[in-house]
């Protein structure tokens, strides 16, 4: 079983940038694909991007191609998304997750962190 941490949520204007982490631990890392899904106040929770395990596959969400980058560290047991040109709209809980495929598919997910806040002000 893997747990997540997710870590590097926080306040930022609009146009700026955030990394977020998330650590894994108790499970083989390298065999998972990972997504990074959000949910804002009142809405669904939504895919953000996704990686495959050997970090040959990538997915983005329309709202954030071209502003976010999604990495891993197999070996660090680490991903990572890079948010740049933040907007008010990317307001929300972002929630690292462990899966089979790297689909915006929430089902597609077993393991799940705990979330971080990111806020973006205008």
């Given at each position: 079983?893997?747990q ?14 955030l ?11 390298s ?24 970090r040959?596959i ?13 990495s891993?560290?197999?070996a ?27 689909r ?6 077993a ?9 973006v002000?205008?």
């Amino acid at each position: 079983q893997v747990q997540l941490v997710e870590s590097g949520g926080g306040l930022v204007q609009a146009g700026g940038s955030l990394t977020l982490s998330c650590a894994a631990s108790g499970g083989t890392f390298s065999s998972y694909a990972m997504g990074w899904f959000r949910q804002a106040p009142g809405k669904e929770r939504e895919s953000v991007a996704a990686i495959s395990r050997g970090r040959t596959i990538t997915y983005y969400a329309d709202s954030v191609k071209g502003r976010f980058t999604i990495s891993r560290d197999n070996a660090k047991n680490t991903v990572w998304l890079q948010m740049n040109s933040l907007k008010p709209e990317d307001t929300a809980v972002y929630y690292c997750a462990a899966g089979g495929s790297p689909r915006p598919d929430a089902r597609e997910y077993a393991y799940w962190g705990q979330g971080t806040q990111v806020t973006v002000s205008s």
